[in-house]
C-alpha cells in the first residue's frame, strides 16, 4: 500500500495523533456546548430577575384597584372604613400607576426576547394572558358608587391575581434548569420572595374579605386566612434554607420584615372572632415594603432593595459561568491545537532522521553496485600486482538501526569485493593455463606444418601431394583453433607481420585455413595493402567467417567471392 517507508511513518504516527486531534476535537465541542449550555442558564437566570419588576409593579395596581373601589364604596364595614390608596404608601394616581406596569412588563417582555429562545418559551404562556389585565382595569374604571363593591373588589382582585400567578409559575420553573448550584440557589431565592410577597398579598386579602362576609361565611374565610398563613410561613421558611453563602445577608433582610409578624398577628385575632386591624396592617405592609416613608413607588424599598441585590449577584455569577466556560473551551482549544502542532513537528523530525539516512543508504548502496563494484572489479582484472583496491566507504549518521544496515552493506561489499578477488585470480590461473595450452599446441601444430611443407617439397608422387595438402589445411585448422584460444584466454597471436600485406594475399590465408577451401572463389582484389600489425587478427577473423559461410551453405555452392 505504502511504497515508501516516509509514508508507512506518517501512517504510523498519523493514527494516534488523528485520536489527539479528535479527543480535543470532543473536549472543544464539549467545551462549546457547557458554553451554550452556560449561556442558555444565564439567560434563563437574567430572565428570571425580571418578573420581580413586573410582579411588583403588578402588585402595586392591584393594591391600587382594589383599596380604590374599596374606598367608593358607601357602606364599608367600620373596620374598611377610610382605607385608601394613600393610607397603603400609593401616592400616585391610578393613571401613573398603570402606566408604571405597562413600562415594567415591556421592559420585561424586552429582557425575555433578549435571553433566548429557552426563556421566550417559559414566559410566552404569562404574556399571552396579559389581556387578563385589561379585564382587571376595565372592571376597576367601571366601579361606581352602586356597584357591589365586593364582587367588584373581588373581581378585579381575582384577575391581578391571575396575571401575577401566571408570571410567578413560569419563573418558578427556571431554577430546575439551572446545574449552577450557587445560580440555581439566587435564582430560587427571587422566586420564592416573588412567592412569599404573593402570599402576603392573598393573606390580606383573605383579611379583607373576613372583614365584610356574613358571618356565615366567616369561618370559612378564617380557615381560608390560616391556610394562607401558612403557605405565607412556608415560603419564609424556604427563605431562610436559602440563606447561605452571599446570598446570606439580602435573604435575611427579606425574612426579617415586621410584615410576617403583623399577618400572624391578625390571623389570630380573626381566629379570636375579634376583626383585624387593617390599618395597623396596610402600614406595616408599606413599612414593610418601603422601609421608611418613601413608599413603594420610590423604588427603593426593602424587598426591592434585596431582590436586586440578589439579582445582581445572579449576575455576577452567570458571567463568572460565561467566563469559566469561555477561558475552558479556550484551554482545550490550545491544547488541542499544541498537541496537534507537537505531534506534526514530531512525525516530521522522526520521518526526518529516519527517511534521510535510509535515502542516503538507498543512494550509496546504488552507487555501490552500479560504478564501484564493477570498477573495482576491472581494476582487480586489469591490475598486473593482484592487488585488492579499497571498497566504497558506507556511512550513515546515528546509532539506530539504519547504521546497523550501512555496516551489515559495507560488509557484504568487502565480502563480494573478496569474493571478486578470487575468481580474479582464478580467472587470471585459467587464463594462463589457456595461454600455456594454446601455445604449445600452437607451437607443437607450427612444428606440424613445417614438417609436412618438408615432406611436401621431397614428394613427387600427386596422390601423395593430395594428401599432405589435406593433411596441411587440417594442421592450419588446429593452428587457428589453437590461436582462438589464445585469444579467449586473453592473449595476442604470436604471428606478427611487420610489413603491409596485400588484401589478396591476407584473403588466401584466409581461405587457406579453412577445411572446404575448394568451394571458394577468389576474385579481382583492389590493389590494397593491409598494415602488418593487424594482419594476424584479421586473417583468423575471415577464416572463422568463411568457416562459418561454408559449413551452413548449400554443398554445391560457392558461398563466398572475393
Given at each position: 500500500?505504502?511504497?515508501?517507508i516516509?509514508y508507512?511513518?506518517i501512517?504510523?504516527?498519523?493514527l494516534?495523533?488523528?485520536?489527539l486531534v479528535?479527543?480535543?476535537?470532543l473536549?472543544?465541542?464539549?467545551s462549546?456546548?457547557q458554553?451554550?449550555?452556560v449561556?442558555?442558564?444565564?439567560s434563563?437566570a437574567?430572565?428570571?430577575v425580571?418578573p ?5 409593579a ?9 383599596l380604590?373601589v374599596?374606598?367608593?364604596a358607601?357602606?364599608?364595614p ?8 394613600s393610607?397603603?404608601g ?22 425575555v426576547d433578549?435571553?433566548?429562545d ?5 414566559y410566552?404562556?404569562a404574556f ?7 379585564q382587571?382595569?376595565a372592571?376597576?374604571a ?9 364582587s367588584v ?10 396575571l401575577?400567578?401566571f408570571?410567578i409559575k413560569?419563573t418558578s ?6 446545574s ?9 431565592a ?5 412567592q ?5 398579598w392573598?393573606l390580606?386579602?383573605?383579611l379583607?374579605?373576613a372583614?365584610?362576609r356574613?358571618r356565615?361565611g366567616?369561618?370559612?374565610q378564617v380557615n381560608?386566612?390560616?391556610?394562607d ?6 415560603y ?8 447561605t453563602?452571599?446570598f ?13 409578624q403583623s399577618l400572624s398577628i391578625?390571623?389570630?385575632r ?7 386591624s387593617?390599618s395597623?396592617?396596610l402600614?406595616?405592609f408599606d ?9 413603594p413607588a420610590?423604588?427603593?424599598t ?6 436586586s441585590?440578589?439579582a ?9 459561568l460565561?467566563?469559566n466556560?469561555?477561558?475552558q473551551a479556550g484551554?482545550?482549544?490550545l491544547?488541542?491545537?499544541?498537541g ?8 516530521a523530525?522522526?520521518?526526518r532522521?529516519?527517511?534521510r539516512?535510509?535515502a542516503r543508504l538507498?543512494h550509496?548502496?546504488?552507487e555501490?553496485a552500479s560504478?564501484?563494484?564493477p570498477a573495482t572489479l576491472h581494476?582487480m ?9 579499497e571498497g566504497?566507504?558506507?556511512?550513515v ?10 555496516l551489515?552493506l559495507d560488509?557484504?561489499?568487502r565480502t ?6 578470487g575468481q580474479?585470480v582464478?580467472?587470471r590461473n585459467l587464463?594462463d593455463?589457456?595461454v ?11 612444428r606440424?606444418l613445417e614438417?609436412?611443407?618438408d615432406?611436401?617439397l621431397?614428394?613427387a608422387d600427386p596422390?601423395?601431394?593430395e ?7 587440417l594442421?592450419?585448422r588446429?593452428?587457428r583453433?589453437?590461436?582462438s584460444l589464445?585469444i579467449?584466454?586473453?592473449s595476442g597471436?604470436a604471428?606478427q607481420?611487420?610489413?603491409a600485406?596485400?588484401a589478396?594475399?591476407?584473403a588466401r590465408?584466409a581461405?587457406a585455413?579453412?577445411e572446404?577451401?575448394k568451394r571458394l572463389?577468389?576474385?579481382?582484389f583492389d590493389?590494397a595493402?593491409?598494415k602488418?600489425e593487424v594482419?594476424?587478427d584479421?586473417v583468423?577473423?575471415?577464416?572463422e567467417?568463411?568457416?562459418n559461410?561454408?559449413?551452413?551453405s548449400p554443398?554445391?555452392?560457392?558461398p563466398s567471392?572475393?
Open positions: 500500500m505504502f511504497r515508501h516516509r508507512k511513518l501512517a504510523a504516527i498519523a494516534p495523533l488523528l485520536i479528535g479527543v480535543a476535537g473536549e472543544v465541542s464539549s462549546v456546548r458554553v451554550s449550555s449561556n442558555q442558564e444565564a434563563l437574567k430572565a428570571s425580571g420581580g419588576g413586573a410582579v411588583q403588578l402588585q402595586n395596581e392591584r393594591e391600587d384597584a382594589v380604590s374599596l374606598a367608593a358607601p357602606d364599608l367600620a373596620t374598611l372604613r377610610g382605607i385608601t390608596p393610607e397603603a400609593i401616592t400616585q394616581t391610578p393613571a401613573v400607576v398603570r402606566a408604571a406596569t405597562d413600562n415594567a412588563l415591556n421592559a420585561f417582555r424586552a429582557t433578549g435571553f433566548g429557552q426563556s421566550k418559551a417559559d410566552e404562556i399571552v394572558d396579559v389581556g387578563l389585565l385589561q382587571a382595569r372592571q376597576w367601571g366601579a361606581n358608587a352602586s356597584s357591589d363593591y365586593r373588589a373581588n373581581g378585579v382582585y381575582q384577575r391581578y391575581t391571575s401575577i400567578g408570571l413560569a420553573q427556571v431554577p430546575d434548569q439551572i449552577d448550584p450557587t445560580l440555581r440557589t439566587g435564582v430560587e427571587l422566586v420564592t420572595s416573588l412569599k410577597t404573593e402570599a402576603d392573598r390580606t386579602m383573605d379583607f374579605q372583614s365584610w356574613p356565615a366567616h369561618a370559612a381560608q386566612a390560616t391556610r398563613l401558612g403557605a405565607e410561613q412556608t419564609a421558611a424556604r427563605l431562610n434554607s436559602l440563606a453563602g452571599t446570606k445577608n439580602p435573604i435575611a433582610t427579606l425574612v426579617s420584615s415586621t410584615l410576617s391578625a390571623v389570630t380573626v381566629q379570636q372572632g375579634k376583626p383585624p387593617i395597623a396592617l402600614e406595616s413599612e414593610s415594603a418601603a422601609g421608611g416613608a418613601n413608599g420610590s423604588n427603593n426593602v424587598v426591592q432593595q434585596s431582590n441585590e440578589i445582581s449577584m445572579v449576575y455576577q455569577r452567570a458571567a463568572q460565561h467566563d466556560a469561555i477561558r484551554e482545550f482549544g491544547a488541542g491545537l499544541v496537534t502542532l507537537l505531534g506534526l513537528v514530531l512525525l523530525l522522526v520521518s532522521s529516519i527517511s539516512p535510509l538507498a550509496q548502496a546504488d555501490l560504478v564501484h563494484l581494476a582484472l586489469t591490475s598486473e600486482t593482484g592487488s585488492i583496491p566504497l566507504p558506507i556511512t549518521s546515528g546509532q539506530d538501526e539504519v547504521s546497523a544496515v550501512a551489515a560488509a557484504v561489499q563480494a569485493i573478496e569474493l571478486g578477488a580474479v582464478l580467472r587464463s593455463a589457456f600455456n595450452l594454446g601455445r604449445r599446441t600452437q607451437n607443437l601444430v607450427t606440424q614438417y609436412i611443407s615432406i611436401e621431397k614428394e596422390e601423395s601431394l594428401e599432405l595438402f589435406r593433411l596441411d589445411h594442421a592450419t588446429m593452428r583453433n589453437a590461436e589464445l579467449l584466454a586473453g597471436p604471428r607481420w611487420s610489413a600485406v596485400p589478396m594475399d591476407v590465408a581461405s585455413e579453412v572446404d577451401y572463389r577468389l576474385h579481382h590493389p595493402m593491409i602488418g594482419t594476424t584479421l583468423h577473423i575471415l577464416a567467417l568463411t568457416e559461410a561454408l559449413t551452413f554443398p554445391g555452392c560457392a567471392r572475393w
